[in-house]
Every structure is written in structure tokens, then in C-alpha cells.
T-cell receptor, first 115, second 117 residues
């Protein structure tokens, strides 16, 4: 089992550029979550999907952030345009069941630096 | 509004001694609680969980205690080992009236545990 796969692992970009983070959840998992981790705010949930449908995007900080899940095996988180305050580690996680008891499997994260 | 709080940013213990990590929550509708461990440059990994119908769950060296009346849970590691040095996150699930939460978790800020040889 490959676990949750995220790419790229590191991304350095200039302010104003578009950034796309990618995630492949564990096969068979129905729920997918995007998190952001910063020193100030800890681990924040940005958005989550169930059966490819966005359920709650209240954690998405601004309209500059968008997320899609076109199929059960792929999701993207896009930031356009990026700003220095978006610098953080972004995690994707997946979970096996709807209404499950919350055990989530995390990917290794993407460290984003916006200069 | 931080619904899950870990008030100790860091904890340092000697190898072989007990480590106690604490977590408080404010949402009385949370009904399932989890602890995750995170090493540098890796994602968090699930450690142990407890349902609100229990007050204790044990798995090897790890025990989680839940005090619902105080809205408090703790993770005990005994004996502590240097390999336990990591960031520990408390998380809570539930608390969404009228529908499923799809397993949505609310995380605390994390506590950095350092176990000295």
C-alpha cells in the first residue's frame, strides 16, 4: 500500500504565481481532506470531500484558494495568485468511510515557500 | 474559536519515565478523540483513539484517558523512549448536529515531546 501520495514535496515560487498541489488518496478511501500547517495556527482544515463532492470549504482562507477532486484517485489544491503568507506545509489526508470515526491517513506534505 | 487546545507547547522527559500530554476541548458534541504523532518532514500518523462512551483506552505503552465532565483528555506514554520524541496532536470528531461529519477532525496546536536518553 503506497499510502497517500503528494506532489511536489517542496515548492518555491514567487509572489503572484499560480501554485498547484496534488494528492492521490489511498485507494478505496471515500473522504479526502486538505490541511495547512503553520507555526501560528497549527493544523487547519481547509476543505474536505466525500465521494469526490466538496462537503465543507469553510476553512479555505480566500478566493485565491480552490480545490477540485475530479475523480476518486486525484485532487488538487490551487493558489492563484500566491502570496508570501501562503507559505506553509500543506497536507492531504484520506479516510476510509463516510461518517467514519475520523481516523485519517496523511501524506508527507508539500512545503510551500512563496517569496 | 479554538475548540481543541493543547496548552503545553513542549514537554521534556527522561527516558523510562512517564510522559503525560494534555488536551482540552470546548465542544460538548465531540464524541470521538484521537492522538496523532508527527515526525519532522512527515505527515501525522494515527496513534490511539477513544470514544466518548469510554474513559480509558490502552495500547501497549500508550493510554488515553477521557474526562467528559471536564472536557479533558490526556495521553500517557510509559515508559517513554527517545524514539517517542515527536509532535503530538490531539484531535476531536463529531459535534455536527443533524448530519454526518464525514470524519472531519478538529486538531489542537500540538505538543513537542522530547525524551532524553
Amino acid at each position: 500500500d503506497a499510502g497517500v501520495i503528494q506532489s511536489p514535496r517542496h515548492e518555491v515560487t514567487e509572489m503572484g504565481q499560480e501554485v498547484t498541489l496534488r494528492c492521490k488518496p489511498i485507494s478505496g478511501h471515500n473522504s479526502l481532506f486538505w490541511y495547512r500547517q503553520t507555526m501560528m495556527r497549527g493544523l487547519e482544515l481547509l476543505i474536505y470531500f466525500n465521494n469526490n463532492v466538496p462537503i465543507d470549504d469553510s476553512g479555505m482562507p480566500e478566493d485565491r484558494f480552490s480545490a477540485k477532486m475530479p475523480n476518486a484517485s486525484f485532487s488538487t489544491l490551487k493558489i492563484q495568485p500566491s502570496e508570501p503568507r501562503d507559505s506553509a506545509v500543506y497536507f492531504c489526508a484520506s479516510s476510509p468511510g463516510t461518517g467514519g470515526r475520523g481516523e485519517q491517513y496523511f501524506g508527507p506534505g508539500t512545503r510551500l515557500t512563496v517569496t | 474559536d479554538q475548540q481543541v487546545k493543547q496548552n503545553s507547547p513542549s514537554l521534556s522527559v527522561q527516558e523510562g519515565r512517564i510522559s503525560i500530554l494534555n488536551c482540552d476541548y470546548t465542544n460538548s458534541m465531540f464524541d470521538y478523540f484521537l492522538w496523532y504523532k508527527k515526525y519532522p518532514a512527515e505527515g501525522p500518523t494515527f496513534l490511539i483513539s477513544i470514544s466518548s462512551i469510554k474513559d480509558k483506552n490502552e495500547d501497549g505503552r500508550f493510554t488515553v484517558f477521557l474526562n467528559k465532565s471536564a472536557k479533558h483528555l490526556s495521553l500517557h506514554i510509559v515508559p517513554s523512549q527517545p524514539g517517542d520524541s515527536a509532535v503530538y496532536f490531539c484531535a476531536a470528531s463529531g459535534g455536527y448536529a443533524g448530519g454526518t461529519s464525514y470524519g472531519k477532525l478538529t486538531f489542537g496546536q500540538g505538543t513537542i515531546l522530547t525524551v532524553h536518553p
